[in-house]
C-alpha cells in the first residue's frame, strides 16, 4: 500500500490549483530514465490506480512494482519544493 504524507498532498493540491484541472489526478511515470509526475484527467490504459488520497493517483505500468509499498512525501528543505518517493525496504 502506498502512504501520502499530509505534506505531499499539500504540495501536490497547491501544484494542481497552479497548473492544472481541478478535477485532474496526479500521473506518475518515467521520463529520461526519472521518475516523474505531472496532471491527468485520467488514467492511462494499464496505470494503476492508487486509493487514499484526496485525488486520483495513477502510477504507470513501469513503475508499479517500484510503488508498493512506496511513501509519497514533500521535501520542502532549502527553498526548494519537490516531491519524493521512497520505498519501503521491509521484507515479507
Request: hydrophobic content about 40%.
Amino acid at each position: 500500500m502506498v502512504e501520502i504524507t499530509p505534506r505531499a498532498e499539500d504540495l501536490l493540491l497547491e501544484l494542481r490549483r497552479q497548473h492544472a484541472d481541478q478535477a485532474d489526478g496526479v500521473l506518475f511515470k518515467t521520463d529520461a530514465g526519472k521518475v516523474r509526475f505531472t496532471f491527468a484527467s485520467a488514467a492511462r490504459p494499464n496505470d494503476r490506480v492508487l486509493e487514499g488520497a484526496p485525488f486520483p493517483i495513477f502510477v504507470a505500468p513501469e513503475l508499479a512494482d517500484s510503488f508498493r509499498d512506496a511513501k509519497i512525501d514533500a521535501d520542502v528543505s532549502g527553498g526548494s519544493r519537490k516531491i519524493v518517493v521512497t520505498r519501503s525496504r521491509t521484507s515479507s
